[in-house]
């Protein structure tokens, strides 16, 4: 005896399925889904034999056709580069100082520098290079070491207090929690505070323009308006790389900073470290 059921209505077979008195027919699929269902599976096939496909342990089948995506980008850039020869052969030879904004080297080095910066410098500085706390802002013209076109390069080919390149930017401020007792420090921050703001204790800053004296003159100047050429930053203009309220500038005198930047000649190439600084330049920071 057949276990088939068929339904009474249509007399086509069911799958044998039931859900709420309703059963599911047993149509047979369209030809036309069936063979381009098979077609799917001979294309794969095809596929997975000619192109790279199944993942191995180091790497994956290569495919008969040898075709690699990376090769082709490779290609592409090659190209690029070839079309670009000439533009950087002179801007790897010209003078940054002395190349005009109308010309077209100029312009080109924008360009490339955009796309430089934000590949390797928004991270740090902000993708429109305002900087954030602890990172410098590049619009302004608060420039640690010089901002002309030939500084800004020498800071970018070998960056700063970093332990790779012998010849970085370096300045190193003393953690005076370990020199001072902290009513100095506090005396010290409120006389650093007083010489931008005029929301200060005038007799403890009056305390802590003698401990600056004693302490800080050395680096930051008798005026407190720094030694760009050390790296000591101007303490009187209220541009603060780290915060300049009493907060900051408490844990600053007590620990001092510390920050570093990579040395990018070490990583870029002669062209790209010239571009983004012409690029960083062009934002109108700088000299």
């Given at each position: 005896?057949?276990?088939?059921?068929?339904?009474?209505?249509?007399?086509?077979?069911?799958?044998?399925?039931?859900?709420?008195?309703?059963?599911?027919?047993?149509?047979?699929?369209?030809?036309?889904?069936?063979?381009?269902?098979?077609?799917?599976?001979?294309?794969?096939?095809?596929?997975?034999?000619?192109?790279?496909?199944?993942?191995?342990?180091?790497?994956?089948?290569?495919?008969?056709?040898?075709?690699?995506?990376?090769?082709?980008?490779?290609?592409?850039?090659?190209?690029?580069?070839?079309?670009?020869?000439?533009?950087?052969?002179?801007?790897?030879?010209?003078?940054?100082?002395?190349?005009?904004?109308?010309?077209?080297?100029?312009?080109?080095?924008?360009?490339?520098?955009?796309?430089?910066?934000?590949?390797?410098?928004?991270?740090?500085?902000?993708?429109?290079?305002?900087?954030?706390?602890?990172?410098?802002?590049?619009?302004?013209?608060?420039?640690?070491?010089?901002?002309?076109?030939?500084?800004?390069?020498?800071?970018?080919?070998?960056?700063?207090?970093?332990?790779?390149?012998?010849?970085?930017?370096?300045?190193?401020?003393?953690?005076?929690?370990?020199?001072?007792?902290?009513?100095?420090?506090?005396?010290?921050?409120?006389?650093?505070?007083?010489?931008?703001?005029?929301?200060?204790?005038?007799?403890?800053?009056?305390?802590?323009?003698?401990?600056?004296?004693?302490?800080?003159?050395?680096?930051?100047?008798?005026?407190?308006?720094?030694?760009?050429?050390?790296?000591?930053?101007?303490?009187?203009?209220?541009?603060?790389?780290?915060?300049?309220?009493?907060?900051?500038?408490?844990?600053?005198?007590?620990?001092?900073?510390?920050?570093?930047?990579?040395?990018?000649?070490?990583?870029?190439?002669?062209?790209?470290?010239?571009?983004?600084?012409?690029?960083?330049?062009s934002l109108g920071g700088g000299e």
């Amino acid at each position: 005896m057949s276990d088939k059921q068929v339904d009474d209505e249509t007399g086509i077979e069911t799958t044998g399925h039931e859900w709420d008195g309703i059963r599911e027919l047993n149509n047979p699929l369209p030809r036309w889904w069936l063979w381009t269902f098979y077609m799917t599976i001979v294309w794969g096939i095809g596929y997975t034999i000619a192109y790279p496909a199944w993942p191995m342990i180091s790497g994956a089948t290569q495919g008969v056709l040898g075709f690699s995506t990376r090769a082709e980008v490779a290609k592409d850039i090659a190209q690029h580069e070839a079309k670009n020869e000439d533009l950087v052969v002179a801007l790897n030879a010209v003078d940054l100082t002395a190349l005009p904004a109308t010309d077209d080297l100029h312009r080109y080095a924008v360009a490339r520098g955009s796309s430089v910066f934000r590949a390797q410098c928004s991270q740090c500085h902000g993708k429109g290079a305002a900087g954030a706390e602890g990172f410098p802002n590049l619009l302004d013209n608060d420039w640690l070491w010089g901002g002309n076109q030939d500084e800004i390069a020498y800071s970018i080919r070998h960056g700063i207090r970093n332990d790779t390149d012998d010849d970085a930017r370096f300045s190193q401020m003393p953690a005076y929690g370990e020199i001072l007792e902290p009513e100095d420090i506090k005396a010290v921050v409120e006389y650093v505070v007083g010489l931008s703001s005029d929301a200060f204790d005038a007799q403890l800053a009056e305390k802590g323009a003698v401990v600056f004296a004693d302490n800080c003159t050395a680096c930051h100047g008798d005026n407190a308006r720094g030694d760009r050429e050390q790296g000591a930053p101007n303490l009187a203009d209220a541009i603060w790389l780290y915060g300049g309220d009493r907060a900051a500038l408490t844990h600053t005198v007590t620990n001092a900073r510390f920050g570093v930047m990579p040395a990018w000649g070490q990583r870029l190439s002669e062209e790209d470290v010239r571009a983004v600084t012409v690029y960083v330049h062009s934002l109108g920071g700088g000299e």
